[in-house]
C-alpha cells in the first residue's frame, strides 16, 4: 500500500506541474496587461502582472526580460515627467526586476536623476552602468567597436600629421635635390617652379589628399633620421591594415543585430527578446537546412512555453546534424514531462556524440537522482565535475529552476552561420544585415594598396640615392646644401658660412659674421614660433619637429584618440543606444579632461624652451 500511495503522490505532483506549465500563457502576453493595469491606474494589478511574468519566466529558463525593462525604465522617466509618482516608484522598481543587470535601466536611472539635478545618485549609477556594458555581449561588443573605431580614426590623422610634419622638416632639402636633377636637363626660372611642383606631384596629377601622404612618406624616407624611417613604415603598415579593422568592425557592429545573433546572444544570456523569435523564424523559411538555426529556434520555442513546436526544431536539427546538444534539449524536454528514463536516453546519446559536454552528464545525474537511482547519479555529477568541475560545482550551489540545463549553442557558432549565410547570399529578401569580411575582398582597397607600395618605394627610393647623397639643412641657420655645395671634407651639419664662425673661427669680417649672427637669430626664432604654433593646436608634434619621434608620435595619437572619443561618443556603435545621456556626457568631460591633461604635459615644456643661439 505505502508503495502505491507514493506512485499515486508523485504521478499526481508529476500532472499539477504539467498541468500548472500547460496554463501558463507566453511572457509576450503577459507584459502587456502589466502596462494596461498600469495606464489605467492599477498598480496593485500592475504588480501582480509583473510577478506573474517574472515566475512564467523562471518556470521557461528565462533570467531576465531586457525589452520589457528597458520599456518600464522609459515609462518612469515619463510619468516622473508628468508628475504621476506611483506609476515612476513602479515602473522604476520593476525595471530593475525585469532586468537587474541592463546597462539601458542604469542609464535611463540616471538620466532621471539627473533630470532632478540629483548628481550624486546619477553619477554612480552612470558608472555601474558602465561596468555592465562589458558584462553583456552585445554591449561589450559594440562598446570595443566604437573604441575601435575612434583608434583608427586617430591614427589615421596621426599619420597625416606626421607626413606634414616630415614635410614641414624636410621640404628645404629635398627642393634643393629636386632643383639640382631638374638643373641638368633644364636651365632658367622653371627649373625653382618644377621643383616645387614635384613636391605635390600628387595633387597635379588628379590623385586625392591620401596619396599625397603617401608621397611625402616616400620621398622624404632618405632624408628622415632612424627613428623616423621606422616611424614611417609603421605608420604605412597601420594605414595598410585600418581599412581591414575598419570593415571588419562594421561586420560585426551590423551583424550583432541580425536574427541569428538575436537569437544566440538571447538563448546564452537567457534573455527573453519577443522578436527574436519572429526574425529567427522568417529566416529558417529561407535557409531550412541548418542545424544550429532550428536548434535556436528550439530554446526560443522553450522560453515561450511552446515545447512541441521546440521538439519538433530539436528533432529536425538532429536530422540535419545529430549533434549531442540536441539530443540534451530533446532530453530536457522528455524531463519537463516526467518521463525520466526517455531523459537518461537522449542524455546517453548525447555523452556518446560529445564526451566534453558536461552538461549532458549533469542533466543525466539529476535524472538519475529523480529515479532514486543515487549511485548512478553520483557516477554520472562526477563525470561532469572532471570535465567542468568550476561549471558543475556552481550549477551545484544554486540549480536552476528547472532543475536540468539546456545547451545553447555558442554564439560564435552563429556568428559561423551568419558568415555562410552572407556568403551564398541566401537572405537577402529579409530584413537584416548579412555581411561578411573577408580579408581578401577587403585588402584591394586604395588605403592598403597605397600604403604598401609607399613602403617599397621608399625603401627603393631610399638604396637608390644613398650612394649620390641627400641634401641637407644647417643646424644654425636653416640653409641648404649638398655635396655639390661644399667640400665632402666639411661638416655636414653645418653650412660653409657657419662652419667658418662656429667651428674653424677663422678670419671673418665682422660685417659678415654679424649679418649671419641675425640670420642665425631669425631662423631659430622661426623655429621656436613654428613648434609652439603646432605644440598649440596639436599637442606631439613639437616633438616630432624637434626630433622626437617616438614621444611626439604617441602623444598625437593618445591627444587625437581623446578628443575624438569626446565628439564622436554615441555616434558610432551604437552601444550605449539613444539613451544614457548623463553617461555621454560622463566620458566627453573625461576625454576632454585627459585631452587637456595631455595638452599640458606635451605643450608646456615646447613653451618654455628658449631659442639656442
Known amino acids: 500500500m505505502s508503495d502505491r500511495l507514493v506512485a499515486a503522490v508523485v504521478l499526481a505532483s508529476a500532472l499539477a506541474v504539467t498541468g500548472a506549465r500547460a496554463e501558463q500563457v507566453p511572457p509576450r502576453e503577459i507584459w502587456p496587461q502589466a502596462t494596461a493595469a498600469t495606464a489605467a491606474g492599477d498598480i496593485e494589478g500592475a504588480i501582480k502582472r509583473t510577478n506573474e511574468l517574472l515566475d512564467t519566466g523562471r518556470s521557461y529558463g528565462i533570467k531576465n526580460f531586457p525589452p520589457y525593462a528597458v520599456s518600464a525604465a522609459a515609462m518612469s522617466r515619463q510619468a516622473d515627467k508628468q508628475g504621476q509618482k506611483a506609476v515612476t516608484e513602479w515602473a522604476r522598481k520593476t525595471a530593475d ?113 591620401m596619396w599625397l601622404v603617401f608621397y611625402w612618406f616616400v620621398i622624404f624616407f632618405g632624408y628622415a633620421d632612424r627613428v623616423e624611417r621606422a616611424g614611417i613604415i609603421v605608420m604605412c603598415l597601420l594605414l595598410a591594415l585600418l581599412p581591414l579593422l575598419l570593415d571588419a568592425t562594421s561586420v560585426h557592429v551590423a551583424g550583432v543585430d541580425s536574427p541569428l545573433l538575436m537569437a544566440a546572444i538571447a538563448s546564452a544570456d537567457q534573455s527573453y527578446q519577443p522578436e527574436a523569435l519572429r526574425r529567427l523564424e522568417e529566416l529558417a523559411s529561407i535557409v531550412p537546412d541548418n542545424p544550429v538555426i532550428h536548434l535556436l529556434l528550439g530554446n526560443l520555442y522553450l522560453q515561450e512555453g511552446t515545447e512541441q513546436q521546440a521538439e519538433v526544431h530539436y528533432r529536425r536539427s538532429m536530422q540535419l546534424k545529430d549533434s549531442a546538444g540536441a539530443h540534451v534539449n530533446v532530453g530536457n524536454l522528455h524531463f519537463l514531462d516526467n518521463d525520466f528514463a526517455a531523459a537518461n536516453t537522449e542524455y546517453d546519446h548525447a555523452q556518446k556524440l560529445d564526451q566534453h559536454l558536461a552538461i549532458a552528464f549533469y542533466n543525466a545525474s539529476v535524472a538519475s537522482g529523480e529515479m532514486y537511482r543515487f549511485d548512478q547519479q553520483g557516477q554520472k555529477l562526477e563525470m561532469a565535475k572532471r570535465i567542468d568541475r568550476s561549471y558543475i560545482e556552481r550549477l551545484a550551489q544554486s540549480p536552476p529552476p528547472q532543475k536540468i540545463v539546456i545547451f545553447r549553442p555558442d554564439i560564435s557558432a552563429a556568428w559561423e552561420v551568419q558568415s555562410m549565410i552572407a556568403r551564398r547570399g541566401l537572405a537577402r529578401t529579409i530584413f537584416g544585415n548579412y555581411a561578411y569580411f573577408d580579408p581578401t575582398t577587403s585588402a584591394p582597397n586604395p588605403i592598403t594598396i597605397g600604403a604598401g607600395l609607399a613602403v617599397i618605394l621608399a625603401l627603393l627610393s631610399w638604396m637608390k640615392r644613398r650612394s649620390s647623397g641627400f641634401a641637407g639643412s644647417c643646424i644654425k641657420c636653416g640653409r641648404t646644401c649638398c655635396h655639390r655645395c661644399k667640400s665632402a671634407r666639411e661638416s655636414a651639419t653645418y653650412c660653409t658660412q657657419c662652419i667658418h664662425i662656429y667651428l674653424k673661427r677663422d678670419g671673418v669680417s665682422l660685417a659678415t659674421k654679424r649679418t649671419k649672427l641675425d640670420e642665425v637669430h631669425d631662423h631659430q626664432s622661426s623655429l621656436q614660433r613654428r613648434n609652439r604654433l603646432f605644440a598649440t593646436f596639436l599637442p606631439g608634434s613639437a616633438q616630432v619637429l624637434e626630433g622626437r619621434t617616438i614621444a611626439g608620435i604617441i602623444g598625437m595619437v593618445l591627444f587625437l584618440f581623446f578628443v575624438c572619443e569626446a565628439l564622436l561618443v554615441g555616434r558610432l556603435a551604437p552601444a550605449l543606444g539613444p539613451v544614457a545621456e548623463t553617461a555621454k556626457l560622463l566620458v566627453r568631460v573625461l576625454a576632454a579632461a585627459l585631452a587637456v591633461l595631455t595638452w599640458f604635459i606635451l605643450s608646456l615644456p615646447v613653451y618654455r624652451r628658449r631659442a639656442v643661439a
Not at 114 to 137: C, L, M, N, T
Not at 173 to 185: A, K, P, Q, V
Open 97 to 209: 526586476q525585469l532586468d537587474p543587470t541592463s546597462p539601458a535601466v542604469a542609464f535611463l536611472d540616471s538620466d532621471h536623476d539627473a533630470d532632478h539635478r540629483e548628481w550624486p545618485k546619477a553619477i554612480p549609477i552612470s558608472i555601474s552602468g558602465f561596468g555592465r556594458v562589458f558584462e553583456r555581449y552585445r554591449t561589450s561588443l559594440l562598446s570595443r567597436s566604437d573604441l575601435l573605431i575612434v583608434a583608427i580614426a586617430a591614427i589615421g590623422i596621426a599619420a597625416a600629421v606626421f607626413s606634414l610634419l616630415l614635410f614641414i622638416r624636410y621640404f628645404r632639402s629635398m627642393g634643393h635635390d629636386f632643383r639640382e636633377i631638374l638643373g641638368r636637363r633644364i636651365h632658367g626660372g622653371s627649373v625653382s617652379v618644377l621643383a616645387f611642383a614635384l613636391l605635390f606631384l600628387p595633387i597635379f596629377i588628379w590623385l586625392g589628399p
